[in-house]
């Protein structure tokens, strides 16, 4: 049995996210999780809300609430809607706890002890109306490297490069929109990611398995221009983790936070405690303490040895995920575990455009659960998943593949057969007859397709095995056809029962198989053939053979309703790319 810890990108809090977010990042580490805990193995699957820096300051204000009051309510949201989208995280943390708080605090004064923080004096842009430093996400203008107009001061969300609030051309302030902007000296704490070059090269280039997208990001922000720059990791706010050297006070300091690029990933490790901490993680052996039961997640010295730790996230977060928190970890000389793979995905755009949570753009969470159950968003999104470049929702598309692949195909075959039985044999697996060439062939055809979508599960490719499995139902619709055991019962009614009765029980396999795609459906289909876990098929023969002659069945509800062109072209309209 193999140990997986898996994170998903933690979200900002500021809003509720967009269906592009979903299946960048916490949509397919989900999938992942499901599946690895089908095939017996021990699962730790981490994500929290990102609760600190601007984002969340100016959505409070927006909001007219103390940015800890929206916090708290925004989490509460997230938290409701990710477990309506099926997320089976086993904790979704908080960066603002205090867990989060002590372990960055810890981790700056570990750096600090390292020789890889640097105290600077910088000059920062001050808006003179609002009184105050501007942070970067307080600054927006023109990105002098695309022209993208709206470009924020610490990236440009058009074409990923890293930008400082002073490079931005007509730069303006978020706050008040003021444009009487000048340069002031303040004080800062840098990252000396530059002295972890080396380090970082040689650790990137070691992952050999990473996706393309993932190392070509990092080895252009290692090399590009004048390669990888130190980092600052405080800001100007007020909301955010206080900084500390450790527990001690840090002279020169006061009033400032940690930037939240520098806290938001070493959340994953404090969420971990976190989920100790909520009571949800098993009672520590031998009467070992607490910690120990988190730690063996993400220290190798107390047995984070044998975990493969895998992060997905979309690819404009790459750069924080395979250079800054690598440094982070490295840098402190401390035996915490690093990531072996991050699978990082593309895109997807929302029908001619780009989703922004910022800017309202395109179907967002809570959205799309009013119109359809979690399933049908899951599965087009996850057969879609933008892996190797850029995918496209559109209302036509979604529609003619959730009636193709979920109503026609799976949908279809498991009403199909079993109404068929219950009106010649009754709700009981039929015991006559013998399984003849014809199903001999489709027993060895499915072992062949469950071996292969087991690999491309086990590659995390996404759709690929979305693929694999859609040929795997397809598979079962074939046989019904060919052999038509309406037609056969006719004249043959033991041959019939025989054909009827695999037919059945490739529903729990299809059942199984599905789960980590559409959990609910698979739920529902395991339940109307009365077996509560049918078990990874590694013996697809087996597998088929698990309802026995005699074993009693309902015939499940329509598990999914065909979309409408009434109902496509309704949304359409309704979503035309603005969140009311």
Same mark, same amino acid.
């Given at each position: 049995?193999?140990?997986?810890?898996? @994170?998903?990108?933690?979200?900002?809090?500021?809003? /509720?996210?967009?269906?592009?977010?979903?299946?960048?990042?916490?949509?397919?580490?989900?999938?992942?999780?499901?599946?690895?805990?089908?095939?017996?193995?021990?699962?730790?699957?981490?994500?929290? @809300?990102?609760?600190?820096?601007?984002?969340?300051?100016?959505?409070?204000?927006?909001?007219? &609430?103390?940015?800890?009051?929206?916090?708290?309510?925004?989490?509460?949201?997230?938290?409701?809607?990710?477990?309506?989208?099926?997320?089976?995280?086993?904790?979704?943390?908080?960066?603002?706890?205090?867990?989060?708080?002590?372990?960055?605090?810890? =981790?700056?004064?570990?750096?600090?002890? #390292?020789?890889?923080?640097?105290?600077?004096?910088?000059?920062?842009?001050?808006?003179?109306?609002?009184?105050?430093?501007?942070? *970067?996400?307080?600054?927006?203008?023109?990105?002098?490297?695309?022209? =993208?107009?709206?470009?924020?001061?610490?990236?440009?969300?058009?074409? %990923?490069?890293?930008?400082?609030? #002073? *490079?931005?051309?007509?730069?303006?302030? @978020?706050?008040?929109?003021?444009?009487?902007?000048?340069?002031?000296?303040?004080?800062?704490?840098?990252?000396?990611?530059?002295?972890?070059?080396?380090?970082?090269?040689?650790?990137?280039?070691? +992952?050999?398995?990473?996706?393309?997208?993932?190392?070509? /990001?990092?080895?252009?922000?290692?090399?590009?221009?004048?390669?990888?720059?130190?980092?600052?990791? %405080?800001?100007?706010?007020?909301?955010?983790?206080?900084? +500390?050297?450790?527990?001690?006070?840090?002279?020169?300091?006061?009033?400032?936070?940690?930037?939240?690029?520098? *806290?938001?990933?070493?959340?994953?490790?404090?969420?971990?405690?976190?989920?100790?901490?909520?009571?949800?993680?098993?009672?520590?052996?031998?009467?070992?303490?607490?910690? $120990?039961?988190?730690?063996?997640?993400?220290?190798?010295? &107390?047995?984070?040895?044998?975990?493969?730790?895998?992060?997905?996230?979309?690819?404009?977060?790459?750069?924080?995920?395979?250079?800054?928190?690598?440094?982070?970890?490295?840098?402190?000389?401390?035996?915490? +575990?690093?990531?072996?793979?991050?699978?990082?995905?593309?895109?997807?755009?929302?029908?001619?455009?780009?989703?922004?949570?910022?800017?309202?753009?395109?179907?967002?969470?809570?959205?799309?659960?009013?119109?359809?159950?979690?399933?049908?968003?899951?599965?087009?999104?996850?057969?879609?998943?933008?892996? @190797?470049?850029?995918?496209?929702?559109?209302?036509?598309?979604?529609?003619?593949?959730?009636?193709?692949?979920?109503?026609?195909?799976?949908?279809?075959?498991?009403?199909?057969?079993?109404?068929?039985?219950?009106?010649? =044999?009754?709700?009981?697996?039929?015991?006559?007859?013998?399984?003849?060439?014809?199903?001999?062939?489709?027993?060895?055809?499915?072992?062949?397709?469950?071996?292969?979508?087991? #690999?491309?599960? *086990? +590659?995390?490719?996404?759709?690929? $095995?979305?693929?694999?499995?859609?040929?795997?139902?397809?598979?079962?619709?074939?046989?019904?056809?060919?052999?038509?055991?309406?037609?056969?019962?006719?004249?043959?009614?033991?041959?019939?029962?025989?054909?009827?009765?695999?037919?059945?029980?490739?529903?729990?396999?299809?059942? %199984?198989?599905?789960?980590?795609?559409?959990?609910?459906?698979?739920?529902?289909?395991?339940?109307?053939?009365?077996?509560?876990?049918?078990?990874?098929?590694?013996?697809?023969?087996?597998?088929?053979?698990?309802?026995?002659?005699?074993?009693?069945?309902?015939?499940?509800?329509?598990?999914?309703?065909?979309?409408?062109?009434?109902?496509?072209?309704?949304?359409?309209?309704?979503?035309?790319?603005?969140?009311?």
């Amino acid at each position: 049995m193999t140990r997986h810890l898996i @994170t998903s990108a933690i979200p900002y809090i500021n809003g /509720i996210k967009h269906l592009g977010n979903l299946v960048g990042s916490q949509l397919p580490a989900d999938l992942y999780a499901r599946y690895q805990r089908q095939r017996g193995n021990e699962v730790l699957f981490l994500c929290a @809300t990102d609760e600190h820096g601007t984002p969340a300051e100016l959505a409070a204000a927006k909001a007219g &609430k103390p940015v800890e009051e929206y916090c708290a309510e925004m989490y509460a949201v997230q938290a409701d809607i990710a477990q309506r989208f099926g997320l089976s995280f086993d904790h979704f943390g908080r960066s603002s706890s205090e867990q989060n708080k002590r372990l960055t605090q810890h =981790f700056a004064g570990a750096l600090a002890d #390292e020789g890889l923080i640097e105290e600077v004096e910088q000059s920062q842009i001050y808006s003179k109306t609002d009184g105050r430093f501007l942070p *970067d996400r307080y600054v927006e203008g023109t990105c002098p490297n695309c022209g =993208f107009e709206d470009a924020r001061g610490d990236q440009c969300d058009n074409c %990923t490069k890293q930008l400082d609030p #002073e *490079d931005l051309i007509n730069p303006r302030s @978020t706050v008040s929109g003021a444009t009487d902007l000048e340069m002031r000296a303040t004080k800062h704490l840098m990252l000396r990611q530059s002295a972890m070059k080396d380090r970082l090269d040689d650790w990137i280039n070691s +992952k050999i398995d990473w996706p393309v997208l993932t190392t070509s /990001i990092a080895k252009k922000w290692l090399h590009d221009g004048d390669g990888l720059q130190d980092r600052g990791i %405080t800001r100007d706010l007020s909301w955010g983790v206080p900084v +500390k050297r450790g527990d001690k006070p840090w002279p020169g300091m006061e009033g400032k936070v940690f930037y939240v690029w520098f *806290d938001a990933p070493i959340e994953y490790i404090a969420c971990a405690q976190e989920w100790v901490d909520a009571g949800k993680a098993p009672a520590p052996a031998g009467g070992a303490n607490e910690d $120990s039961v988190w730690q063996r997640w993400w220290r190798t010295d &107390k047995g984070a040895d044998d975990v493969r730790y895998t992060q997905f996230m979309g690819k404009d977060n790459v750069p924080f995920h395979t250079l800054s928190f690598p440094a982070t970890i490295m840098g402190s000389n401390e035996p915490w +575990k690093l990531v072996d793979y991050i699978k990082s995905f593309n895109y997807l755009n929302y029908d001619g455009g780009q989703f922004s949570t910022s800017r309202g753009r395109g179907v967002f969470m809570d959205q799309a659960l009013e119109i359809l159950p979690a399933d049908y968003w899951r599965w087009w999104l996850l057969s879609h998943a933008p892996e @190797t470049s850029d995918s496209e929702f559109t209302w036509d598309a979604f529609q003619v593949d959730v009636n193709k692949d979920l109503a026609d195909v799976l949908g279809n075959f498991v009403s199909r057969i079993t109404k068929f039985c219950r009106s010649k =044999f009754g709700e009981a697996v039929p015991e006559a007859g013998e399984y003849g060439e014809a199903e001999q062939a489709l027993i060895a055809d499915l072992s062949e397709r469950v071996a292969r979508y087991g #690999e491309q599960m *086990d +590659k995390m490719e996404v759709r690929k $095995s979305a693929a694999e499995l859609r040929a795997i139902w397809a598979a079962g619709n074939e046989y019904l056809q060919a052999q038509a055991p309406w037609t056969t019962f006719k004249t043959d009614p033991d041959k019939a029962a025989a054909q009827v009765r695999l037919a059945l029980n490739l529903i729990p396999l299809y059942a %199984t198989l599905a789960a980590p795609f559409i959990p609910d459906a698979a739920q529902k289909m395991l339940a109307g053939m009365k077996i509560a876990d049918a078990g990874w098929p590694d013996d697809v023969p087996a597998a088929v053979a698990k309802l026995s002659a005699g074993h009693a069945f309902e015939v499940p509800e329509v598990l999914f309703a065909k979309i409408t062109d009434e109902q496509r072209e309704e949304w359409a309209e309704r979503f035309a790319g603005k969140r009311d």
